[in-house]
């Protein structure tokens, strides 16, 4: 059997990185099984439709480098693969269940259903539309064959549930918890269709899963109670022998480990939990990204795999091909992973330090960059690369994130205005403008790189006597404006003598 497996999310917001997870799960297993990845947007519920989801879906896998085979924009065999457009399809699945007795029609109100809840609640209970009292309700198995066609031909709003056969145990198997027992007294008759004229979740999925030949369904945890109605949809389809296998993947919890990180948490917790950016097009909700938080899509993928799956090793670096080599769904947990904001950070840290500094500086200011304003200051394409490239070679190891850059280095770009106040009263004495004057009569013509530099200052202080302190932070402070950055003498070289003297001597004259 070929493996297809499908990414499905509904089009309800922006992405949350449990959502990414599953994607990013699906896609490992496929390129390792030389399968295919679907995308199918799941737009059946237009009451939760968000404009503006399915475009960021399809951009932050695009980022996260998550490559999609058959989907709305890549066309496919079987598509559409919207299921908007695939509505058609769907009613005569539910009439072949009514056929066959699987289905009912069910006439029940919302004031009929309200009221049968209230008395279940009355009585210490819970309601259920199921085996038990479905022989109570207003629906084709208990009203007579006659008065159910008038009423369809009234045009009398229904809904199609599924028919659990009372009293029987489903057994199941999940690739990563399984054998699952359920019994169907636990269990509702979900709807398949709805009064809308539209299928629901359940019954669009199953339908869509088999008519789109998926060999593994690899999903959240949160579908697992969703298991048994969709094992049972097989059999009612007579569809068990090409059914796909199944495989529940664990929450992703919250940093406390308490609790599922929901998409709330968002900001909230002080890290991003979408992908990239969102912002809805018809409100003012807004939500941060990885991308936009100066995450490398390497380094944000390489995290998610580790929330849920661990290679049996130390290692803790991946990239996407050693991923897909050593990805398997036996080194899934089924417990929660919980998820360390601190441990992603140190890793982008880590794959930053990894990146060459001409892509880096690419990233940064290149004509690609689409990642917004940064920091203090919006540099797009205005930047000279080749300083850009060296600076990042000097401050690169400050850098958690790629917004860390202009905190760490603006001072190479611009000239300080005004200087630390504590740095000015400790360093700034009598006789340091004299001082530095003289440096600048021995550096002035100089080779301007930083080891000569060196040589040249720091020869000239010991054959006088002037302690290191004595230059080294009044100069740090005329070039920097501040206790911070990386080698004065490696800051003088980037700036270059020209640079360099004019900050030295404005300093000098404003401070005498
Ligand atoms: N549309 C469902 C979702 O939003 C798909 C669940 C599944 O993979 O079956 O997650």
């Not at 008038?150 to 057994?171: D, H, M, S, T």
């Not at 109670?225 to 664990?250: C, D, I, K």
């Not at 990180?261 to 809805?280: C, E, Q, Y």
């Not at 790189?449 to 932070?473: H, P, Q």
């Amino acid at each position: 059997m070929t493996c297809r497996v499908r990414f499905a999310p509904s089009p309800t917001g922006p992405l949350h990185m449990g959502g990414v997870r599953t994607a990013l799960f699906n896609y490992l297993f496929t390129r390792k099984n030389k399968g295919s990845m679907i995308l199918r947007i799941e737009d059946t519920d237009q009451k939760r439709y968000v404009p503006g989801a399915e475009e960021y879906i399809m951009e932050a896998l695009a980022w996260c480098g998550i490559e999609i085979d058959e989907g709305v924009r890549e066309g496919g065999e079987y598509g559409p693969y919207r299921q908007s457009e695939r509505k058609d399809m769907y009613r005569q699945y539910a009439d072949q269940l009514i056929e066959s007795g699987w289905a009912y029609f069910a006439f029940d109100t919302a004031e009929e259903l309200d009221a049968s809840r209230q008395m279940a609640q009355d009585e210490g209970g819970k309601f259920s539309y199921d085996a038990a009292t479905r022989k109570g309700l207003r629906n084709s198995l208990t009203l007579p064959e006659l008065e159910v066609k008038a009423l369809i031909e009234a045009g009398e709003p229904y809904v199609i549930r599924f028919k659990f056969p009372e009293n029987e145990e489903i057994v199941m198997n999940d690739l990563i918890r399984g054998e699952v027992r359920v019994q169907t007294s636990t269990l509702d008759d979900k709807v398949l269709f709805k009064s809308d004229g539209m299928p629901t979740y359940h019954l669009a999925n199953v339908v869509d899963d088999h008519l789109m030949k998926i060999s593994h369904v690899i999903r959240g945890e949160e579908w697992l109670p969703s298991m048994p109605l969709h094992v049972m949809l097989y059999r009612a389809f007579g569809w068990t022998n090409t059914q796909p296998e199944f495989a529940h993947l664990p929450l992703i919890l919250k940093p406390s480990g308490n609790g599922k990180l929901s998409k709330r948490d968002g900001d909230k917790l002080g890290f991003p939990v979408f992908p990239i950016d969102w912002k809805n097009p018809e409100n003012d909700d807004t939500a941060s990204g990885y991308r936009e938080s100066g995450y490398l899509p390497q380094a944000f993928i390489n995290m998610l795999a580790l929330l849920g799956w661990n290679p049996g090793t130390e290692q803790e670096i991946f990239s996407m091909d050693e991923l897909i080599e050593l990805f398997s769904l036996e080194r899934v947990g089924k417990s929660g992973s919980r998820f360390d904001p601190e441990k992603s950070k140190n890793l982008n840290h880590q794959y930053i330090q990894m990146q060459d500094n001409v892509a880096l500086g690419e990233m940064l200011v290149g004509g690609n960059r689409d990642m917004g304003t940064w920091g203090r200051g919006d540099f797009g394409g205005s930047l000279d690369m080749e300083k850009v490239v060296k600076v990042l070679g000097l401050v690169k190891e400050r850098m958690n994130f790629l917004t860390d850059f202009w905190d760490q280095a603006y001072f190479f770009f611009v000239a300080p205005e005004e200087y630390d106040a504590k740095m000015l009263k400790k360093g700034w004495k009598e006789g340091t403008a004299d001082r530095l004057t003289k440096m600048l009569e021995l550096i002035h013509g100089s080779d301007f790189s930083a080891g000569i530099l060196e040589n040249v200052i720091k020869g000239w202080m010991t054959d006088n006597e002037i302690g290191m302190g004595a230059v080294m932070n009044p100069l740090r402070m005329t070039l920097v404006g501040a206790p911070k950055g990386p080698g004065v003498f490696d800051i003088m070289e980037v700036l270059g003598e020209e640079e360099t003297i004019k900050r030295i001597q404005r300093a000098i004259s404003t401070l005498g």
